[in-house]
């Protein structure tokens, strides 16, 4: 249905991809510090950071859209507009951090989602350039068409979010079908000592790590876009064994499936293991009925 069927068209809009490789050096030297990019991305959350943040000037703009329909308000609305687009800052910085880390046709869409708030946020600011001046009617209009600007690029936000997934734990519709209750996975003998390996019960892929007598295991899809953490690089963070994700670097803490450092701010689904006659068993929390 016009105009989301044209929401479609933007992700396989190929020639936004000159306007992304131009972005990405720029992104690069910005966000080369992994602790601003962790802040950014939510790690310390638990999720992502920029849908938090939005709510500054999605609230202040939606409150000033009000208040410039009632007479006498205006200085309150220009108020709220300025609040806005304070707020638009570290929600800009945020998004570009995930941008930074996503697959080219969520990148495509991405593009015009940012393209359409700089217009917006340009038409704010025209809004309150005209009411410095006294052109009260001009910074009215200004403002509820950046508004409508604004709602469009959250609509085309909303499409990368639910249709283009990006965004959710894409570790979660793995641990949906897993086995309740405990699941043979074969002889620990038979596990590689200190490497990674990937196991699976039934339809479900397991990274599986054994340290001599120790077996962690979780998901093998990253939470992040899936990415296969058993081919994934060993370190230790903080005296915890971790892996580090082959696609975009996530870290995992490896016990526990806890994400040490994003672009993922879900953790691994993390199963419970038992030796049974030398024989590895697993289940996941939650699901579990034996
Ligand atoms: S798939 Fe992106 S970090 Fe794992």
Request: hydrophobic fraction near 45%; charged fraction near 15%.
């Amino acid at each position: 249905m016009w105009p989301f069927d044209q929401i479609d068209r933007l992700e396989n809009a190929t020639g936004l991809d000159a306007v992304a490789e131009r972005i990405k050096p720029v992104l690069e030297t910005l966000l080369a510090d992994q602790r601003v990019t962790d802040f950014l991305h939510g790690v310390w959350l638990g999720h992502p950071l920029h849908p938090v943040l939005v709510q500054v000037p999605v609230g202040a703009w939606t409150s000033a859209a009000v208040l410039d329909a009632v007479p006498g308000q205006q200085r309150a609305a220009g108020l709220l507009i300025g609040v806005g687009l304070a707020g638009a800052v570290p929600a800009v910085a945020a998004g570009w951090a995930d941008w930074s880390q996503q697959d080219t046709q969520q990148q495509r869409t991405g593009l015009a989602h940012a393209a359409a708030n700089v217009v917006a946020s340009g038409l704010y600011v025209g809004s309150l350039v005209a009411r410095a001046r006294g052109r009260h009617g001009l910074g009215r209009s200004l403002a509820y068409a950046g508004y409508a600007l604004a709602g469009a690029a959250a609509t085309v936000g909303g499409h990368l979010a639910y249709r283009q997934a990006a965004g959710p734990s894409h570790a979660v519709p793995h641990a949906e079908i897993a086995p309740p209750g405990w699941s043979d996975i074969g002889p620990v003998e038979e596990l590689p000592d200190g490497s990674p390996t990937l196991r699976r019960v039934e339809e479900v892929e397991l990274f599986v790590l054994r340290r001599g007598t120790d077996v962690a295991v979780m998901i093998d899809r990253c939470s992040h876009a899936s990415g296969p953490l058993h081919e994934g690089s060993l370190s230790t963070v903080n005296g915890e064994q971790c892996v580090t994700c082959p696609w975009h670097g996530s870290v995992f803490r490896v016990r526990d499936g806890a994400v040490v450092h994003g672009p993922a701010t879900a953790p691994q689904p993390a199963f419970e293991v038992r030796v049974e006659d030398g024989r590895l068993q697993v289940r996941l929390p939650g699901l579990s009925m034996g």
